[in-house]
């Protein structure tokens, strides 16, 4: 009767099959669709008002992406299917873990998935209670994210602690894949060189690969535009980011 966890959308319970086996049921807030819709609107307005006042360009971008984002996560038939990709994708990683989807129990505002005991990644003094290393558990999530993002152009896009979850022998379940993303050729290719260049100093580089993901167009405009993000960029990886046994 009591949910063990509650987003905005919706809310999930323990429950057990005829069968006994323990289950998540992840079930849609009662009239979550029209107060969706009434948020949706109200960020419509707040967004013509602002580019009016304020001359920002790529405002009503900014307002279909959270449109689609929202309505994707509504839609709990299409979250099974990222699911179920998703999980074939990472099988050969080790250590990671997707729940199993009992689609026999799951439709567009239900959904049910094997039950997986652990604590939040965030829970760091139980994870010493269990003997477990902090860095090898960030080095696996680490692999199992590069390789979403830069092989299968396809990840779990939802990353905080409460949709991270580890179990007592290490294992890393991933959970919620209400919000997942896709990534194009460009993207995959061009983030890595972005990366290598300016870790290499070569802003001709950086540039170029800028420009392949579609950030910049040509013109002195964006080429000065460039010269700043790509400043903050080195800054921040020669500063912020250890290359000590990076691969």
């Not at 960029?233 to 691969?247: A, K, P, Y």
């Amino acid at each position: 009767d009591t949910p063990v966890a509650s987003a905005s959308i919706g809310q999930a319970h323990r429950a057990q099959l005829h069968d006994g086996t323990e289950v998540a049921v992840k079930v849609q807030h009662v009239n979550i669709e029209s107060i969706s819709a009434v948020d949706l609107e109200i960020i419509r307005r707040i967004t013509l008002i602002v580019s009016w006042f304020f001359s920002i360009k790529g405002m009503n971008y900014i307002y279909t992406q959270v449109k689609q984002m929202i309505e994707e996560e509504l839609d709990f038939a299409r979250e099974v299917v990222s699911m179920i990709k998703i999980k074939e994708n990472l099988q050969s990683e080790p250590g990671i873990a997707v729940p199993e989807v009992h689609l026999e129990y799951s439709t567009g505002r239900v959904m049910t998935t094997t039950w997986h005991e652990g604590v939040k990644i965030s829970n760091v003094d139980q994870l010493d209670a269990w003997g477990l290393s902090r860095r090898d558990i960030a080095d696996r999530l680490l692999r199992a994210y590069c390789r979403m993002v830069f092989k299968d152009g396809f990840y779990h896009a939802d990353p905080h602690p409460g949709n991270i979850l580890i179990q007592p022998d290490g294992t890393i379940v991933l959970l919620d894949f209400g919000a997942v993303a896709a990534l194009s050729p460009a993207l995959r290719e061009g983030i890595p060189e972005l990366i290598e260049s300016a870790v290499k100093n070569d802003t001709r580089a950086m540039i170029q690969a800028c420009k392949k993901m579609g950030f910049l167009a040509d013109g002195r405009d964006a080429e000065r535009m460039a010269g700043k993000m790509i400043a903050a960029l080195r800054n921040f990886l020669q500063n912020e980011v250890e290359f000590d046994g990076l691969n």
